[in-house]
């Protein structure tokens, strides 16, 4: 096998490599010299490309990372004593390392799901203590999008979930660290997914669909904008030469290649499920919508499968895997690990 065969991995969407476009801008953007903190040209075009996704009046900040884009996007709507409303199995819940707590200064009230999905029943079972001095006070609801089990709201989804939220005097944070597979899999555009839908910010990914690093947060509302430049360096994701994050977005968004690069994840993600469903021991347990695919197998197959390909184990009691499928997927990645499935299953 060769050197970049084994490399390969399922485990991470953060695994891949950059896309040679995106490397390209970086380039380009490395030449010469231009003025920090956003004030260079690369920036200029990136936030007009946001605003030609998302309508005029989105006002847009770019940050490192998604733990950023999500920590600075609750602060702005957060005081000390408010709660974000979101499911058990949120990115922001599981995955942050208390940071979302850290610098709000409130309370992640977590929900159960089945799919990773909030509906307006679930979030209405956790709106408690409201106006009670003794409770924290519901203030966002975050959904993600795609979820992290690779499920997909639908737009109507969405568009209830704002619907409630806003009657109940909540605002709406999306984690859209894949919004890029989720449009592409529901093939409709970026605004009719957030701004059409009564979304308030959203964590604009980049990072998993080909970028080396940066997220940006977008506000719907230009009024929920306001103080925000100083949120942003307050919690140290002001990138003194911004150029560089500016431009892979610009190269990333600028054109078709975001949806291009989502599109063929999602269709390796649907190869692979498709392919490792027929495979003796192994079920399918999620609907796989996205890039993602979850499974479980028969534990003594996990650590021969990740000597193939490594992966993430997603709960080791019920031996359920994680499988994702990257911008640089290959059919013949996911035939390299699906023969070796069957090897393994025919000894």
């Not at 200029?44 to 006002?59: D, I, L, S, Y």
């Not at 269709?267 to 796989?288: D, H």
């Not at 640089?328 to 023969?339: A, I, K, L, Q, S």
Request: glycine fraction near 8%; hydrophobic fraction near 45%.
């Amino acid at each position: 096998m060769e050197p970049d065969e084994m490399s390969r991995m399922f485990a991470s969407d953060n695994a891949s490599g950059a896309h040679p476009e995106v490397m390209a801008a970086l380039m380009e953007a490395n030449a010469g010299h231009a003025h920090a903190y956003g004030n260079d040209e690369w920036t200029r075009r990136a936030t007009a490309t946001v605003k030609r996704h998302f309508g005029e009046q989105a006002e847009s900040f770019f940050v490192f990372n998604g733990t950023g884009a999500n920590v600075t996007a609750l602060s702005a709507f957060m005081h000390s004593y408010d709660a974000v409303i979101c499911a058990e199995t949120a990115h922001i819940n599981v995955d942050e390392c208390g940071a979302p707590e850290r610098f709000t200064g409130g309370k992640l009230i977590t929900v159960p799901t089945r799919d990773g999905k909030l509906t307006p029943d679930l979030i209405e079972s956790a709106i408690t203590g409201v106006g009670v001095e003794h409770h924290s006070q519901p203030r966002v609801v975050s959904i993600t999008q795609s979820t992290e089990y690779g499920t997909v709201y639908r737009v109507s989804e969405i568009a209830a979930i704002a619907e409630f939220a806003h009657a109940n005097g909540l605002v709406v944070h999306v984690d859209g660290a894949r919004i890029s597979n989720a449009a592409a899999f529901l093939g409709i555009t970026l605004a009719e997914m957030i701004t059409g839908t009564g979304i308030d910010v959203l964590s604009f990914g980049g990072t998993k669909n080909g970028m080396i690093f940066g997220e940006a947060v977008v506000f719907l509302d230009p009024v929920h904008a306001e103080g925000f430049r100083f949120v942003r360096k307050n919690a140290a994701q002001l990138a003194s030469k911004m150029r560089y994050v500016s431009a892979q977005f610009e190269a990333l968004f600028g054109g078709e290649l975001w949806l291009e690069n989502a599109a063929h994840a999602n269709e390796m993600a649907r190869l692979l499920a498709s392919e490792m469903g027929e495979v003796a021991g192994v079920e399918i347990t999620q609907a796989v919508e996205a890039n993602e695919v979850f499974a479980r197998i028969d534990g003594t197959l996990i650590e021969p499968l990740r000597e193939i390909a490594d992966f993430y184990v997603w709960d080791e009691r019920t031996c359920e895997v994680r499988w994702v499928a990257s911008w640089d997927t290959t059919p013949g990645d996911v035939e390299r690990f699906v023969e070796g499935a069957r090897r393994l299953t025919r000894r």
